[in-house]
């Protein structure tokens, strides 16, 4: 019955808790404040579990967040911030430039990540944890170079400004389990994902493409 919310605020005074990962905001200039927050409410609404920050000196944008059944909590988005927190043996622990999509993972008790890693040249629009603790993220690329697996339904960017993308990432957040293109000759994005019972992925978004 709690309530997990996450997202991204400029005030520096959003209620955070004590022991939570990051209890101070980290933005700097006025267009670069923008930081992630995730926040957990007791069942009654009346009180925090935890709520915490996340992010970087430059501006950083929560877009969806999901939990597990043991109360983890995995968060996606898009950040400036070439100081955004990764963990070591991520995925990719890098900042490459520009902007960069990202995967986080949070600990039942808001306390510490579990993993954070950028996604390769990917943004990040949904996320949705398996049975496993496996993290699925789909979101957008304009890069030909984002990483695809062996067993990709598309593993070639196919135009436009963007494609959409749907990757799985492992339960400690180290590889990729799969990854694909998906899109035609113009532009797409992916907005949401879900899982069913039998571990099938269900992918929503747009598209420009006849």
Avoid: I, M, Q
Avoid at 140 to 156: M, Q
Avoid at 181 to 200: M, P, Q, V, W
């Amino acid at each position: 019955g709690n309530a997990y919310v996450g997202g991204s605020t400029r005030s520096a005074d959003f209620p955070t808790t004590p022991g939570a990962f990051d209890t101070t905001h980290n933005g700097g200039a006025f267009d670069e404040l923008f930081d992630l927050f995730a926040t957990k409410l007791n069942p009654s609404g009346s009180a925090l579990v935890y709520s915490t920050f996340l992010g970087g000196s430059k501006s950083d944008f929560g877009e969806d967040l999901a939990v597990d059944a043991t109360g983890n909590a995995y968060l996606t988005g898009v950040t400036l911030s070439p100081d955004f927190p990764t963990t070591a043996g991520s995925f990719d622990p890098a900042f490459a430039g520009g902007s960069e999509g990202f995967a986080s993972k949070l600990n039942a008790a808001g306390s510490a990540l579990v993993y954070s890693t950028f996604l390769g040249e990917a943004g990040g629009s949904a996320v949705a944890p398996d049975a496993g603790g496996n993290a699925w993220v789909a979101g957008a690329t304009g890069s030909p170079a984002a990483a695809t697996t062996p067993d990709a339904f598309d593993r070639e960017f196919n135009g436009g400004a963007s494609d959409a993308y749907v990757a799985k990432l492992n339960a400690t957040g180290s590889t990729l389990l799969h990854a694909t293109f998906l899109g035609g000759a113009d532009s797409e994005g992916a907005g949401d994902l879900a899982l069913d019972s039998g571990g099938n992925v269900y992918v929503t978004g747009h598209t420009y493409s006849a």
